[in-house]
C-alpha cells in the first residue's frame, strides 16, 4: 500500500501535474485557486521547471500555447472571471489542436459574483467554453485523491487526443485537506512528430495554425475534430454509479454535491427507499449510456449541483424526460413515497 500524505486539494493538482512531466506553469493569482500558483512557484524551479506569474490571465494562456505547440507538457489554472478571461486562447488551442492542462476552482458568479464555492461554470466548460465548434475533455473531481489522479489522467488525455482537458473543480475542493497518494505511474513520453522542435534540416517545417482563410479546408479541420469527438464519447467516458442495482431514484451529481448526495442517499436507504446515485466524472463526454439504462427502470431522476441547474439539460437529453430540481435532497427523495 502507497504511502499517503495530508494535502489541500489545490496542492495536490501542482503536485500530481509535477509528477505527471509537466515543467511550465503560467498563471495569475486569483481566489480560491491561488494555492495552485503558490505551490508551482516553490517546486518548479527546484526540479528545473517554468514557474511565470503571468501579467494577466490572457498572457497565461497565451504563453501556454506556445509552449505547448513545443510539445511540453504545460498547464494553468485560475477560478471563474480569469478562465473567461482565458477562453479565447483556449479556443485557439482548439484550433491549433495543441494538448494543455486547464484547472477551474469554481467560485460563485456571474461577474466577480464571490469566492464561495460554486459549480456555475459547468455551460462554459462542456460547451467549449470559447468561440467556435469545438469541445474540451472535463473531469469532475469529488476528493483531493481525485484532484490528483484526474490531473495525470487529464495530461494523458491531452496528449492522446491533442486537444485541452480541463480540470473543473470548486473552492471546496480546492481549500480541504485529505489524505491521498501521489503515487502516477511512470511518466513514457509521448512522440508528438507534429511539434515545433527545430527540423534539424531532417524533416519537412511543422506548423501550427488556427487561421483557415478557405473555408472548405476549415469545414474539413472541424469534421475531423467531431470524428475525433465520437471516438472519446465511446472510449473516455467515465462515471460512478453507486446503489443503482435496484433503484427506482436517481439522483445525478457531481464534485463535491455528489458527496452531499452520498450521504442523503445512505438516509434515505435506511429510510425503506430505493435510491441510488450516478457521478458523472467526465462531465464531457457526458455518461450518457448509464443514465439511458437508468431510464428503463427508475421512475424519478433527480439533479443536484450548485448552479441553477445547468446540468439538468444534459440529464435530460440522456434520459428522455423531465426532471425536477431539489433544494433540499433528501426531502425530495423521500417525497417519491418514502416512509419514515
Not at 71 to 81: I, N
Not at 114 to 119: A, D, E, K, L
Amino acid at each position: 500500500m502507497s504511502d499517503k500524505v495530508l494535502m489541500k486539494g489545490n496542492e495536490a493538482i501542482a503536485e500530481a501535474a509535477i509528477r505527471a512531466g509537466c515543467r511550465h506553469y503560467f498563471g495569475y493569482p486569483i481566489t480560491p485557486q491561488t494555492e495552485v500558483a503558490a505551490y508551482m512557484s516553490k517546486r518548479m524551479p527546484k526540479i528545473g521547471g517554468t514557474f511565470l506569474q503571468a501579467e494577466s490571465e490572457i498572457a497565461a494562456i497565451n504563453m501556454v500555447i506556445g509552449v505547448s505547440s513545443t510539445g511540453k507538457r504545460v498547464m494553468t489554472s485560475s477560478s471563474s472571471p480569469g478562465v473567461s478571461l482565458k477562453s479565447e486562447g483556449i479556443s485557439y488551442l482548439a484550433g491549433c489542436d495543441l494538448p494543455a492542462l486547464v484547472v477551474n476552482v469554481q467560485r460563485g458568479g456571474p461577474g466577480l459574483g464571490g469566492i464561495q464555492p460554486s459549480q456555475s461554470d459547468y455551460w462554459q466548460s462542456t460547451k467549449g467554453g470559447g468561440h467556435g465548434d469545438y469541445h474540451n475533455i472535463v473531469l469532475a473531481p469529488a476528493s483531493v485523491q481525485e484532484m490528483a489522479s484526474l490531473t495525470v489522467k487529464g495530461f494523458e488525455l491531452a496528449d492522446k487526443y491533442r486537444m485541452v482537458a480541463m480540470i473543473l473543480a470548486d473552492g471546496t475542493m480546492g481549500q480541504m485537506m485529505e489524505p491521498v497518494s501521489l503515487d502516477v505511474a511512470e511518466v513514457t513520453p509521448v512522440e508528438k512528430p507534429w511539434a515545433l522542435t527545430g527540423t534539424k534540416c531532417e524533416r519537412e517545417h511543422n506548423i501550427v495554425n488556427s487561421l483557415y482563410l478557405k473555408p472548405e479546408e476549415l469545414e474539413i479541420k472541424n469534421f475531423e475534430r467531431y470524428q475525433k469527438y465520437k471516438t472519446i464519447e465511446e472510449n473516455e467516458t467515465m462515471y460512478e454509479e453507486y446503489l443503482m442495482e435496484d433503484a427506482e431514484v436517481c439522483v445525478v451529481a457531481f464534485g463535491i454535491t455528489a458527496r452531499v448526495a452520498k450521504n442523503a442517499v445512505n438516509e434515505a436507504r435506511k429510510r425503506g427507499v430505493k435510491v441510488g446515485m450516478i457521478r458523472p466524472i467526465t462531465l464531457w463526454p457526458f455518461p450518457t449510456k448509464p443514465l439511458k439504462a437508468a431510464a428503463e427502470k427508475c421512475k424519478r431522476f433527480i439533479t443536484v449541483e450548485m448552479n441553477m441547474g445547468q446540468m439538468i439539460d444534459d440529464v435530460r437529453l440522456a434520459i428522455g424526460g423531465m426532471i425536477p430540481t431539489p433544494e433540499d435532497v433528501l426531502s425530495a427523495i423521500m417525497s417519491n413515497g418514502g416512509a419514515e
